[in-house]
């Protein structure tokens, strides 16, 4: 048996030896009763008993063993033409000082704080000032409209908001500070305090009483100690995309989920304490939270939080200009952003400028790495691209080539095999365990590894309902795929209504919301179509009511505006066809997926339920007119 087969097979078979192992690798204030509490299935808890704190961990204890003068902390942004470094000592400080600033305001811990800050190094900064305090944060993605926040604000019942004035996206400015009112404006539940960072380019006003400036804030504030929490208490709530437009609360506990990515840096990634790893993602996402922020830290490694875009900031030169200059030995990336690399230089002509014998590694996750974008990538960079899959709730990787372990042979498509720690099975509709090679719907055998989420944010009923309910035993993943003979698996995409475009995850129910509230929608379905950029862009098809027979043009324009007040610019909502009528099942059920296939020219069967299959024909028509179903030409 290879290393991955031992070190796997150990993983599952004695769980609590395995993770009890990596747990000595984090510092505890009191060691865990038992490693893993398995007594209320499907709620496992990890470490329960135990005591640790995660700032702790990513900061105080690097600074104790020495690493106090290592750069901790990168911020690159091309945006506006700044490079700062922070060491460990000097971001210890600063997030000490930050911490002691919220505690003046009141929080505690147990008291939530949403974070809504654009790619600047306050964010890591108000994240782990939040860890430090036992403050649980939610980082909220610039990119969503203020109504989306203020669901978020609804839920999570923030004591404070942290925010800065605004954020730059390539040559435009987002200011975040009137958005951020909007939405304390509709929400029925008030923060106590906003707490603002004024940056040089965009200064916003301030309201009496409520906001606090956090250079004030910083100024006068005593840096406060880290609070012992316990490992099972919740360090973030990261809300995702479910199939409706009301997003769940994925929770984080602190142990499991600091013992997870500390060894997931080096088992998975490959990586060691000192070397510079990168995630080139938004902490707005997991991918920033686990990648950006928190596992880089754990582990001792300096983290970059890169304030620009793969292509435009200011050429598609720039991940290879961060690479080479703060030598990088492993990126991770979405593939969406080396497909708008290859788009700009096909043949790679700005990556000869520059050195890149540092970078060992790239990892890529957040949707399908098409084979495209994997041979371009191989065969311009020259090392191993790894596709890898996770999702918002596992927090850190499901399936990947774990480099740290025993390195793979790839197999383009595939994320390679299932990460130790995941049990990884095939089932069919009705649940029956399905052979290598057949597809069917990806479910993981119960229990998770730490790291992955315990519930939803206070709604136990919504998390059993939507991952444990449908195979008792099983978390189901909602996407399908299969496990191929010798062990590798492929994810085929989501079985759901949830979309990825540009590796952002959507759902296209939340969009039909806003959709049918226009007064002139019947009904619509939204649908992912194939997009070469950013993998999917979502597609409206509405019936109008009867009698609406002009206007079609201006009815549109208001639909893709409404989107994008109410979800925001990154739901990409550009697209919507009138049609007369939507393919059904005869139980009444929209074909959504068949509409896909439709749009992306891809064979479909017609399915044996539907009402009306001549409807299909004028669907398509409609596609070809936005330009999809194009196969078919
Ligand atoms: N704050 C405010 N607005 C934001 C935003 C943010 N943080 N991020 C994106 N937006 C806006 C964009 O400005 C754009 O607005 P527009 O419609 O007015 O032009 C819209 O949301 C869509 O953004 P995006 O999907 O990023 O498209 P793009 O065409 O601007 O850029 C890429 C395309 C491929 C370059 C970009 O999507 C990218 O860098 N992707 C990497 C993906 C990634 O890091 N994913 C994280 C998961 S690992
Ligand atoms: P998110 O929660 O935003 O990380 O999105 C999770 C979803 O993205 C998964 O359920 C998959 O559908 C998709 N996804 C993420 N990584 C991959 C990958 N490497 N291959 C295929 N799909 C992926």
């Not at 305090?193 to 906001?211: N, S, T």
């Not at 769940?248 to 997931?264: C, E, F, I, Q, Y």
């Not at 197999?411 to 130790?420: D, E, I, L, M, N």
């Amino acid at each position: 048996m290879g290393k991955y087969d031992d070190t796997y097979k150990r993983s599952l078979e004695d769980p609590e030896g395995f993770w009890g192992e990596a747990a000595e690798d984090i510092s505890w204030y009191r060691k865990w009763d038992k490693v893993l509490d398995d007594s209320k299935p499907p709620f496992y808890r990890w470490f329960t008993g135990g005591q640790m704190n995660t700032c702790y961990n990513c900061l105080d204890r690097h600074v104790e063993g020495g690493r106090g003068d290592q750069v901790a902390l990168i911020y690159d942004s091309p945006v506006t033409n700044t490079i700062a470094k922070y060491t460990y000592s000097e971001l210890t400080d600063i997030v000490a000082r930050f911490a002691g600033g919220l505690k003046g305001l009141g929080l505690e811990k147990g008291d939530r704080a949403i974070i809504y800050m654009p790619m600047i190094p306050e964010a890591a900064i108000a994240m782990l000032a939040c860890a430090r305090l036992g403050v649980i944060h939610s980082v909220v993605f610039g990119g969503f409209a203020p109504h989306e926040l203020a669901v978020r604000i609804e839920d999570a019942k923030p004591k404070v908001i942290i925010s800065a004035s605004g954020g730059i996206e390539g040559k435009k400015i987002i200011e975040y500070k009137p958005m951020l009112d909007k939405a304390v404006e509709e929400s029925s539940y008030k923060p106590e305090h906003v707490v603002v960072y004024q940056r040089e380019h965009i200064k916003e006003p301030m309201m009496k009483f409520r906001d606090v400036d956090w250079a004030g804030l910083v100024k006068d504030a005593e840096p406060a100690d880290c609070v012992p929490v316990l490992a099972t208490d919740p360090l973030y709530i990261l809300y995702t995309s479910g199939t409706t437009g009301l997003p769940k609360g994925v929770m984080r506990d602190n142990g499991g989920h600091a013992v997870a990515l500390n060894w997931s840096m080096k088992n998975i990634y490959g990586v060691d304490a000192g070397e510079v790893y990168w995630a080139a993602s938004d902490v707005g996402w997991v991918v920033g939270h686990s990648y950006i922020v928190y596992a880089p830290l754990l582990k001792g490694c300096t983290t970059i939080i890169f304030e620009g875009k793969p292509i435009g900031t200011p050429d598609p030169g720039a991940f290879w200009r961060v690479i080479s200059q703060h030598g990088v030995g492993t990126l991770f990336t979405a593939p969406t952003a080396f497909r708008a690399i290859k788009k700009e230089d096909p043949n790679g002509e700005y990556m000869k400028d520059y050195d890149l014998e540092n970078f060992k590694y790239l990892f890529l996750a957040g949707e399908r790495l098409d084979p495209d974008t994997y041979h371009w990538a191989t065969d311009k960079l020259k090392i191993p691209v790894i596709d890898h899959w996770w999702q918002t709730e596992s927090g850190w990787p499901i399936a990947a080539n774990s480099v740290g372990i025993e390195e793979f042979k790839i197999k383009p498509g595939s994320p390679t095999k299932a990460v130790p720690g995941y049990d990884i099975r095939i089932l069919s509709q009705e649940g029956k365990e399905l052979e290598r090679g057949e597809e069917g719907l990806v479910v993981l055998k119960l229990p998770l590894p730490p790291g992955t989420l315990p519930t939803l944010w206070q709604n136990d009923k919504r998390f059993t309902e939507s991952y444990m309910d449908a195979y008792p035993g099983y978390y189901f993943t909602s996407d399908g795929g299969f496990v191929d003979k010798d062990g590798y698996v492929y994810i085929m995409g989501r079985v759901d209504d949830v979309i990825n475009v540009a590796g952002h995850r959507l759902s296209t129910g939340g969009m039909e919301e806003v959709v049918s509230d226009h007064q002139d929608v019947a009904e619509c379905a939204v649908f992912g179509a194939g997009d070469q950029l950013k993998g999917q862009v979502p597609v409206g098809l509405v019936v109008l009511k009867a009698g609406v027979e002009t206007g079609h043009d201006d009815i549109k324009k208001a639909l893709v505006k409404m989107v994008r007040e109410k979800i925001g610019p990154i739901a990409c909502f550009k697209e919507v066809a009138v049609v007369k009528r939507l393919p059904k099942t005869r139980s009444g059920k929209i074909l959504r997926g068949t509409i896909s296939k439709i749009a992306d020219g891809a064979e479909y069967k017609v399915p044996s339920t539907i009402d009306d299959p001549a409807i299909l024909d004028e669907i398509e028509e409609s596609l070809k007119e936005l330009g999809y179903a194009k196969k078919y030409d």
